[in-house]
């Protein structure tokens, strides 16, 4: 049996403790061992690519991130957290998110639980409506950012990406046969990425994940990188409080990302007032620069060529920062490498350390500029 | 007004600094902490700390802003400062070599700030500006600003006596030898002394939770009597509170999430106050007219869980404990600060045993009261939870949208 799952995989690189490897459904995945450590992380993502738009009813992936999590026979959190693991799940404009965490002593049942999320759906109308009652309170928690975001993704891409929260009204229509279908889309082997890190024996662990991903429902996803609209000059209002402005970054491997992110976090740091919000990533996506009072816009305007050398000083600290933050082995840091299996393989995240720390002046000064004329500005109705 | 400030001005004091050793031959770096903690939460002095917590670490009468820039150049970490409602803490990180600089530093940085140079008023300012999301504002809810703007020598009036009622605490972790801290300590602040201050009321008002929050997002919580680390009962009391509030397995996700659909944030912390850990169950729902039964809900299915915890959450609260407690955790819940709990990061356990200190416990290492819970008997276990629950206090902070 053994022998037929490697013989399965199509490539296969193992750098001493490091094993990545694309299994012939289309699932990859990748397993770095940190031995000594006694901690253990397995982040499986779910690309949006799956069930692309989707399937139509905004929200629908983050209502089955509500119910895939919570298991086949909704026991697995209460079996994770009894031997020292959990599990915790969100849903991105990228994809899905599962991250079980713990102790590494747990890693075949870290790797089993995959299964259980793997296995089809089954839901029926009053777990539904106890699902929908939790959705409902909590999109009171949302952040007044949200509405700023939601339509940069819309207006900034074609085709517009659509609100990851969703819309309540319309996932209360979705009967439970439309949501087990779409779990199987979403699921599909084509989209799936697995990250694991920890105190564990990568070869085994390599074969362990090579059955269970060969257990979900083969399928094939379509990858298309998002088409990026013109920003410059579009003004767009919000039924929202407070006021924005959205660039695209192209993604974490190209350094104006990070240097349009810490162009913004640079004005945060001066300007209290100001929210940065940013979804890590390979593929292209909105940085927002958000103003709950709608003030401090100005100070954009504040920095010339004769303070560049301290604001962009400022600024490589604040990416520098940003990049130290995503190494913090929380969830967001499974995650990241999980989607960049599937979005920028060959990149090394190792290398965004250096990029932050070798921004150049002329690079910061152009992100300067792209915030100033470059962005779309987005303007609150309340 | 029973809170009015008497203005009787007293001569200055010498500064009373304790301070907590913790070798550590094998490690690499220094962690130097050092605490300014209240006495008191009194109502007038609620904005002025505030403004005390976001200005502290930026400079002091000894080192001049650039200088602390200059010395976070050479560690690679600037000085950072973190707060709660009853204490701040400035950590600092050093290489070995550097422990006496870096300790001077730390001292100086929450001991002697300079008000005059640190720009407090225009943080101020901002400060008045911002606003918490419902989470945080949950967990620290803090009241609407008092005044138009503090008096001009409010914030350094309030250091002034905090420093002399509580002294500062330092506590160092690292390849240090014992006893050198405390007496390079005693060398560098000879001369320091605490600026006179204005002395408060003994019929000073305590602060009061506010009873509403500008958000359309309203707070119940159920507050459990604060866990003493370490004295007896502390480790049933433990378990009992993650066995009721941490992580998804737990009786109030399990129940009135889960099960009634009453919320999406339901969650249980450990939140760390002078008197000790207090354990806290916090459900935000969404604002309605009719939603004071929403507490009684939540007393109610926690009442039933806690009567009926058997051995499955037993064993699920030690197992969730040593991972809340010792490593990095989705659930993380025991707050060493008013936004961070233990990781399972390099200085967790200099920030928890400087905690228990500031609280007047035994400064216990993580790993060992770890261990500890493993020896809680099943009964003690549930006799904790009924009684954590019995005796809780419930509150109510209802939102109002659009107050702000």
Known sequence: MLGFICGLALIAQAEGSVVQKELPNGAKFRIEATPGTGTLMVALYASEAGLPNDGGVPGTRHLLEHLIA????????????????????????????????????????????????????????????????????????????????????????????????????????????????????????????????GDVDADVTALRLTEVLNSATRGQVNFAPREVLESIGRKETVAGKGR???????????????????????IMRLEPGFEVVYEPSFDRGPVLLYSRSGEGFGALEKYDQ????????????????????????????????????????AFNLDQLESTARGLTDDEIWSALQDWRGGAMHLEGTR | MISAILAIAIGQYPMKISVLELPDPGAETVAIHAYL????????????????????????????????????????????????PDFLRLEVVSTPEKWRESVALAASLVAQPNWRSNQWEEREKVLRGSVDD????????????????????????????????????????????????????????????????????RFAEETAAPERQPYGVSTFEMTGRPIR?????????????????????????????????????VEGVFWPSRSGFVPRFLMLRKSEEAELKFGGDLIAALKESASSLDVVEFSRAKVMAEQVLMHPNAFASVYVDGESPLFGLPHDDVRWRGLLNGMGLPSLPLARWSETLNEVSLDDFRSAAVEMVDRAEIRITRGYSGLD
């Not at chain 1, 301290?310 to 920062?321: E, N």
């Not at chain 2, 160092?172 to 390079?184: A, F, H, W, Y």
């Not at chain 2, 066995?243 to 919320?263: F, N, P, Y």
Request: proline letters at 4%; aromatic letters at 8%; charged letters at 25%.
């Open chain 1, 70 to 197: 919570k298991g086949g026979d909704r026991l697995l959190d209460t079996k994770l957290e009894s031997v020292g693991l959990s599990l915790t799940a969100f849903t991105e404009r990228d994809g899905t998110a599962f991250v079980v965490m713990g102790s590494s002593r747990q890693s075949v049942l870290a790797i089993e639980s995959l299964r259980d999320l793997l296995e089809p759906l089954r839901v029926d109308g009053g777990e539904l409506e106890v699902e929908l009652k939790i959705l409902e309170q909590e999109s009171a928690l949302r952040a007044d950012y949200e509405p700023f975001l939601d339509r940069a993704w819309l207006e900034l891409f074609e085709p517009g990406v659509g609100s990851v929260f969703g819309d309540l009204k319309g996932m209360a229509q979705l009967t439970p046969d439309q949501l087990m279908g779409g779990a199987e889309a979403l699921m599909n082997s084509g989209g799936l990425t697995v990250y694991v890190r």
């Open chain 2, 229 to 265: 680390i370490g004295e007896n009962g502390s480790g049933a009391q433990f378990l009992a509170a993650i066995a009721l509030g941490v992580g998804k397995g737990a009786s109030i996700w399990q129940t009135v999430r889960e099960r009634d659909g009453l919320a999406y944030r």
């Open chain 2, 37 to 84: 903690w209240r006495d008191q939460n009194l109502t007038q002095e609620e904005d002025a700390w505030r403004v005390i917590c976001d200005t502290i670490g930026i400079n002091s009468t000894t080192y001049a802003a650039d200088e602390v820039s200059f010395f976070g150049g050479t560690t690679g970490v600037l000085p950072r400062v973190v707060s709660a």
């Open chain 2, 134 to 201: 419902p989470w945080k504002f949950a967990l620290w809810p803090k009241r609407p600003w008092s005044s138009e703007a503090l008096q001009v020598d409010e914030p350094s009036s309030v250091h002034s006596r905090l420093l002399d009622k509580g002294g500062l605490r330092i506590v160092v972790s690292g390849p240090i030898e014992q006893g050198l801290v405390k007496e390079e300590l005693d060398r560098v602040t000879r001369t320091w002394a605490i600026p006179e201050y204005r002395k408060v009321s």
């Open chain 1, 244 to 266: 924005a402005r959205a660039v695209v970054a192209a993604g974490l491997d190209r350094p104006m990302t990070l240097a349009r992110l810490g162009v913004a976090l640079a």
């Open chain 1, 306 to 345: 004769a303070g560049l050398s301290r604001f962009a000083a400022l600024a490589r600290l604040q990416a520098l920062r940003l990049v130290n933050g995503w190494k913090l082995e929380g969830p967001r840091f499974g995650v990241l490498r999980a989607k960049k299996l599937r979005q920028a393989a």
